[in-house]
């Protein structure tokens, strides 16, 4: 009787899904339609014909205000990992969209103040200082304290989020500076309500945002806190085993019920969190090592800093939450038969998933500055695929050369024809994307997943 794998186990459909470009003009024509919704109440609430310099600026601030509630909310609802949204975008660009649309909400933030007291400056026929210390104290504006307290919180989200700030943070530390980011956006509530002028008079408006912040709030529950806890309690998963592998890197295999109904994906990670002292406060990301098989999870942690370098010493037994899978980078984003996996440093975990369950014409470059530092190497090998090791310093004259467009059609004449996963840190996968795209590699047949918070 030939063997059964894991993978022929799997149900043939899970559920009804939209396509891809059905789903993702759906998302565009909800946050468009709500964006549109949020301008024409503004335009129908005494700001389309203003009669002063003054109103002209206060409409302006207003809908700068409303503007940048909405980006927030939109915010939210791309920290809370909706599943349909990973799915769709991949974690990489929803990372890139969080990035980009946190920078326009405290932007458009800032100009509401600039606009609101301005304007109301020029029609009070007061100075700017003055007219802004009168509305923090005269409480004619109500919630104004609260949302200067709130402004205060997304600027000290947005300074944490720049490079250096991120790189001299701990991890631990960046994350919870974040969590601000929610109470700024709570405390925005008190002020846009009782405040706003179009919701002031419109009754309808006021209950339309507030329906916008009760679904986001409803959402931001139902996946950041009950599935977690759902999952917790269906697959009571915990660690049963803690390998090392080499100077600084350990496995971990992790054991559960029903692992299969997770519906894990080589390639993909999950946000962990091992309930131990020091540990249960934050979730961090790890990419599976090993393709999912239903009984049990792997993952590999190289030592980059105090959290990764301490989860050496999680004892077997200890219970684990996990949050996911999460990540497009998988085999379903190929195109053909023929596959190229590139790999840095302990980026390699990931691809040594992809390794296990891929099938075709498969060869994996692993980019190492020391061939000793190549872990898994004998797993890899063990799997029967080509792999090959590129070891060097590429700061030296013959390690500058490696990996380059040339380099590469030397190792993989036929790159052109390939899918190429590239996975490592984001300077290493910025290069080498460049590098495979000026071998002639489409955009399309490129996937990329960065090793960083």
């Known amino acids: 009787m030939a063997e059964t794998t894991y993978a022929e186990t799997l149900p043939a459909a899970r559920s009804f899904r939209l396509p891809r470009p059905a789903l993702g003009a759906l998302v565009w024509l909800v946050v468009l339609g709500n964006a549109a919704v949020i301008v024409w109440l503004w335009w129908h609430g005494g700001n389309a014909h203003p009669k002063t310099t003054g109103e002209l600026l206060t409409g302006i601030g207003r809908i700068t205000g409303l503007l940048s509630a909405y980006l927030a909310l939109i915010q939210v609802l791309l920290m809370s990992r909706l599943p349909f949204l990973e799915r769709l975008l991949g974690f990489d660009r929803i990372t890139i969209w969080h990035r980009w649309n946190g920078h326009a909400t405290i932007d458009l933030v800032v100009a509401h103040v600039i606009f609101s007291v301005w304007g109301y400056s020029l029609m009070d026929r007061i100075g700017v200082i003055k007219e802004f210390d009168g509305m923090l104290g005269n409480g004619i504006y109500p919630g104004m304290i609260t949302a200067t307290i709130g402004t205060v919180a997304m600027l000290a989200v947005v300074a944490t989020s720049l490079v250096i700030a991120r790189r001299r943070l701990p991890y631990e530390w960046w994350h919870a500076v974040h969590l601000l980011a929610y109470a700024g956006i709570a405390l925005a ?22 329906a916008l912040f009760v679904v986001t709030l409803v959402v931001l529950v139902v996946f950041r806190i009950v599935a977690p806890l759902v999952r917790a309690f269906r697959h009571r998963l915990v660690v049963a085993e803690v390998v090392h592998e080499a100077p600084g890197v350990t496995s971990l295999r992790i054991t559960g019920h029903r692992l299969d109904r997770l519906h ?36 590999t942690v190289k030592d980059l800093g105090d ?27 190929r195109h053909g038969d023929k596959v190229l996996l590139i790999a840095g440093g302990i980026g390699i975990t990931p691809v040594r998933a992809l390794a296990e369950r891929m099938r075709g014409d498969v060869v994996v470059l692993y980019r190492v500055i020391d061939e000793r530092d190549a872990v898994l190497l004998d797993e890899l090998r063990a799997l029967g695929v080509d792999v090959r090791v590129i070891a060097g310093d590429h700061a030296t004259p ?54 960083a918070f």
Do not use: K
């Not at 993909?268 to 049990?296: I, K, M, V, Y």
């Open 189 to 210: 509530w008190f002020h846009q309500i009782p405040t706003g002028n179009e919701l002031v008079l419109n009754h309808a408006a006021a209950d339309y945002w507030r």
């Open 307 to 333: 959290y990764s370098g301490s989860l050496g010493n999680v004892r077997p037994g200890t219970r684990v939450l996990v949050e996911g899978p999460f990540g497009s980078f998988t085999d379903a984003a």
């Open 398 to 451: 013959e390690g500058a050369r490696l990996l380059t467009p040339e380099h590469l059609r030397e190792l993989v004449p036929d790159l052109s024809e390939r899918d190429v996963y590239v996975c490592g840190p984001p300077a290493m996968t910025d290069a080498i994307e460049r590098h495979v795209r000026h071998t002639g590699v489409p955009r399309t047949h490129i996937h990329i997943e960065r090793f």
């Open 264 to 299: 894990a994906e080589p390639g993909q990670f999950f946000l962990w969190r091992f309930l131990t002292r020091g540990r249960w406060l934050s979730a961090h990301p790890f990419s599976l090592s090993e393709a999912p098989n239903g009984r049990s999870l792997r993952i």
